[in-house]
């Protein structure tokens, strides 16, 4: 039903936060009192102008509408400004490497786990050294050489996997785009047909020197996937890993011959890192900065030593998939500090798009087209009613406690409305979850099985900038473990909390 014209707008009907009131703050942090009302309210925004932001209890009616009510591509692409950042109408326009993330890098995580552990194993010999010594490393920096180098083992393998120069290429795209975008949405748009082009010169230039190191190896793989398809007998068979599945799909696709084109192909490998690189390793760091900033009376970090232990222990000293399936205190880890590290304060935006606007639900609100919406991350991450001591850092929150009746087990890849890093529930979830806690699972395993980190006083606080929480780059101490302390690993562990819990799963 198309909105009565005399409806009354909804900056007369809904609350404003952030502007006229004494609680005026570019700080979002604030809005975390406001989160858990039920009801939506305005807050003015310097990218997306004035946005509703909507309680929990709406987000399956909201985020559930149709495409032609409710757009998400056109908004993703604007907070990326992948006009400007990825001009090449064919990979905006066909994002063939969302159906590989979606389809067959998902399929073959079993495949893919033992490769994705060797560069995790390297990528920490590499970045936090042998030296049974102490010493000082960089958190995020050393976690997204790591994390880039194990993501690219199954993207392209080596030697890219593996060449330094070509993974901070990639982080440096990755990092230009984010901060480019960020900036561009915050100037008015009529400065964006004279400002655009200047940012894609910038980004223009990242991505050629990410793709210059591996136009090569794209090159030859090409040449060999079309001998290969012309003479299936050749001496080669194709790799298993994203990029060989992106050639692929450009085959299938209706215009093959553009597709194949070499540069087009390295690009889509950018776009891939670029979307997967900073999250992964944002939520890498976060647990680490989590775990090593908790009393290290509680023992949290040896629990979760152990259980990596006996997983590996069990699976016959490699990573299996079943082996990492395994590790359900580090899972549940890793959604506690995505839980308490959302990216942003407000996140996951959307656009009303239909005519005659949308309504919220079973709210007397309708929202005229053009209206922009997100949630408050935040606020439901740290809501006491669904989190009880919100603020306090509990690995081992979302696992069965022994002696408790309801079990609380929920795997991070699981989402509801009130664990929102993965996205919403449904269509327009993560697709590359699974993969990104393949490598955060293994991530932590090698981390706590082979180095020692020293406990930090307190933990750094992210750097807020406008909606987005950015990682501090602080400095941890680190020394490679000499030998596996059996003390520590089996007889340790019966005195700690979860003991228990180990026991019984
Ligand atoms: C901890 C790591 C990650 C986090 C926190 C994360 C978070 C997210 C979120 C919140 C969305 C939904 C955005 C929205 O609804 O507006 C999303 C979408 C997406 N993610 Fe991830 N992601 C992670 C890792 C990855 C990885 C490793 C890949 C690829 C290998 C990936 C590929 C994608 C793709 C392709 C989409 C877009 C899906 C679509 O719109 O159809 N992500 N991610």
Redesign the pocket.
């Known amino acids: 039903a198309r909105p009565k014209k005399d409806a009354p707008k909804i900056w007369t009907t809904l609350p404003l936060v952030g502007i006229g009131n004494a609680d005026y703050t570019w700080l979002w942090g604030k809005l975390r009192s406001f989160g858990p009302a039920s009801q939506p309210f305005l807050v003015p925004m310097l990218d997306s102008g004035l946005t509703v932001v909507l309680p929990r209890t709406l987000i399956k009616a909201v ?1 559930g509408l149709p495409e032609r009510l409710v757009d ?2 056109g ?2 692409d604007q ?1 990326m400004q992948l006009r400007w950042t990825f001009p090449d109408a064919y990979i905006r326009g066909e ?1 063939l ?2 159906n590989v ?2 389809n067959q ?1 998902t399929q073959n995580i079993p495949r893919l786990t033992r490769g994705v552990a060797a560069e995790i194993r390297f990528g920490f010999l590499r970045s936090w050294g042998e030296s049974t010594g102490w010493k000082e490393v960089r958190v995020w920096t050393s976690a997204l050489r790591i994390v880039a180098g194990a ?1 690219n083992g ?2 392209c393998g080596p030697p890219l996997c593996r060449d330094v120069v070509f993974l901070d290429r990639m982080k440096d795209h990755a990092m230009t785009i984010f901060l480019g975008a960020l900036l561009l949405n915050c100037l008015p748009r009529a400065l964006h047909p004279i400002l655009g082009p200047i940012f894609s010169c910038v980004s223009g230039f990242a991505a050629r020197r990410a793709t210059r190191r591996s136009l090569p190896v794209v090159t030859e793989r090409l040449a060999k996937t079309a001998q290969w398809k012309a003479n299936p007998d050749t001496d080669w068979t194709p790799p298993e890993d ?1 990029l060989q599945w992106v050639i692929d799909e450009c085959y299938t696709s209706k215009d093959p011959e553009a597709q194949l084109l070499p540069t087009r192909v390295c690009q889509r490998l950018l776009f ?1 890192n670029d ?3 900073l ?2 390793a ?3 760091q976060n647990l680490l900065l989590d775990l090593f900033s908790t009393d290290p009376a509680l023992r949290y970090a040896e629990t979760l030593r152990q259980e990596c232990e006996t997983a590996l222990r069990n699976a016959g000293g490699e990573w299996t998939h079943a082996a990492v399936q395994e590790l359900r205190l580090v899972d549940s880890a890793l959604r506690e500090s ?1 839980r308490m590290s959302p ?1 942003g304060t407000l ?4 656009e009303a798009i239909h005519p005659a606007g949308i309504q919220l639900g079973d709210t007397p609100v309708r929202l005229p087209s053009r209206t922009c919406m997100a949630l408050p991350l935040e606020a439901i991450h740290y809501d006491e009613t669904i989190y009880p001591h919100a603020t306090r850092y509990d690995p081992f929150r979302f696992v069965t406690r022994q002696g408790v009746a309801e079990p609380r087990v929920k795997s991070t890849a699981t989402l509801d409305d009130s664990f ?5 529930p449904g ?7 699974f ?3 393949l ?2 699972k293994i991530f932590v395993a090698e981390l706590l099985l082979n180095y020692e980190v020293e406990y930090l006083k307190e933990r750094p606080k992210p750097i807020y900038m406008m909606w987005s929480r950015y990682p501090p780059d602080v400095k941890i101490q680190v020394r490679r473990r000499g030998g596996c302390d059996p003390e520590c690993v089996q007889g340790g562990v019966a005195s700690t909390p979860m003991a228990g819990v180990l026991r019984g799963h």
């Open positions: 985020y998400v591509h908004v993703q907070l994002r490497q969302f993330v979606r890098l993501a199954a993207f994203a891939v979307i997967s690189m999250t992964t944002y939520a890498a995505m990216f996140g996951l935006p959307r929102l890093a993965f996205g919403v269509k327009w979830a993560c697709p590359g979850r993969f990104a806690l490598e955060l």
